[in-house]
């Protein structure tokens, strides 16, 4: 008997992955509530922001969530126990990153936040259940897979960030006495650390690629502010060394073939 049929969560990925990327295109084509992501964003004086050519990003993650939804449909991965693994949590990621969109443009900047954690879980628990890092896989699942989801969670990795403090500066937080470019250079080490964690756990070339993309564009924004700009350099410059070893130790973009 051929087991290998099309199960719910198959064509709830396929049809959630649609849906987010039409959200996402539209609620700056059109924009949601009259104002785009961005011109929200620059109302906010935080520092935590990369430069503008940073979001074409979300263009490899559109791709990245089409490539995954394309993939778990072919008839030799219809079974595929490691994608099964991921249950419903894609669907969950697409539905807070559409719900994000929505209380972002309509200002319910506290919510954001509550929303953003959930996204950053879901990616987080995908990545677990994924075992990315730890066992070769064949390429192609490495590239519509792995890939994936490693830009995907680098990226909502510095997202959650910059959600954080923009919401507390809308809220108005002192910052415990510490001045907005303290706490900027605070949050850079904590993604530095973050970028250590998965380059020598995971050697996770993907993820370590995306944090020094948003660094470098942090870097590049804030050139009026020298002590903000050299600490994103200097951080750039750790992540790079970073990536440098993952990929000396062998991860790389494409492990062995099993």
Known sequence: MNTKRIRPYHVLNLLSALIAIVINLLANALPFNGQTTAEISDRFQVYFVPAGYVFAIWGVVYLGWLAFVIYQWLPSQRDNP????LGYLFPLSCLANSAWLFLWHYEYFVMTVLVMLVLLLSLIAIYLRL??????KPPLERWCVDLTFSIYLGW???ATIANVTAVLDYLGWNGWGLSPVTWTLVMLAVGVALAAAMGLARRDVAYLAV???AFVGIAIRNGAAPV????????SALVAALLGVAFWRGQGLLPQEV
């Open 82 to 85: 490691r994608l099964q693994r």
């Open 131 to 136: 075992r990315i890092g730890l066992e070769p």
């Open 156 to 158: 909502i990795s510095v």
């Open 211 to 213: 944090i020094l993309w």
């Open 228 to 235: 903000v700009a050299a600490g994103a350099w200097t951080a």
